[in-house]
């Protein structure tokens, strides 16, 4: 068992076999995952909550909605958990859905217990890098939400390349008052040179641009 299959990382089974289930979950068991199971696709997104991590193994086929239909609310609840999608049915055109669904996996019955693990810990790597990038872009986001107006206006000014002497210019303040909200900025995001600054510059800027664009996109459709 690897480091990634904590206790918080489970796998999610759905299939309305039940020896099918409790193939998959003794098997997934002895390689030391936690697993959970469900009997349909309803009986998940009936006990499913958000804070679920892991991945989710989903038959093609099932009575009321579909693996692929599963796959699809849960996308549309915010769930971004990898699916492995196995059936005894497969076809080309059921993986291309798959996969259009990002779906980490396809595999097809009858599969052993070495696809089944790589498929498994595919998507545990994906999990913990998602994961990983998201408290790194919540800590970004809590440094940026304790500058003011007027050391965000520097920091993007920063970000296009001026020098103090040109922000000061650009702002009607000093260059010393530049200085002083440079290191202000510095201390903020535990930046630890002028580079790493302009990073944070240029991140929030293309931000700010993809909220303008989105902005603009929603209110010419309204129109």
């Known amino acids: 068992m690897t480091s990634r299959s904590l206790p918080e990382f489970g796998v999610y089974i ?71 999608v196995i059936t005894a049915h497969g076809d080309v055109a059921s993986a291309r859905a798959a996969f259009l669904g990002q779906a980490a996996d396809f595999l097809e019955k009858p599969f052993d217990e070495a696809d089944l693990r790589r498929a498994v810990e595919r998507c545990f790597d994906q999990e913990s890098r998602r994961i990983k990038l998201g408290v790194t872009q919540q800590a970004r986001d809590t440094k940026l939400s304790k500058l003011t107006a007027r050391e965000r206006e520097v920091l993007m000014l920063l970000a296009e390349g001026l020098h103090a002497r040109e922000v000061g210019a650009s702002l009607g303040i000093s260059v010393r008052t530049v200085e002083v909200y440079k290191s202000n900025l510095m201390a903020k995001l535990e930046a630890r040179n002028t580079a790493a600054l302009v990073r944070y510059g240029m991140e929030l800027a293309v931000e700010g641009k993809e909220g303008k664009e989105g902005k603009e996109g929603k209110e010419g459709k309204d129109r």
């Open 14 to 84: 759905v299939d309305d076999d039940a020896p099918m289930r409790d193939s998959l979950s003794l098997m997934l068991g002895v390689l030391g995952y936690r697993t959970a199971s469900f009997s349909s696709a309803e009986a998940l997104l009936e006990a499913y909550r958000d804070y679920w991590v892991g991945c989710i193994i989903a038959d093609l086929r099932l009575p009321g909605r579909s693996g692929l239909e599963l796959q699809r609310e849960l996308a549309a609840r915010g769930s971004r958990m990898p699916f492995i």
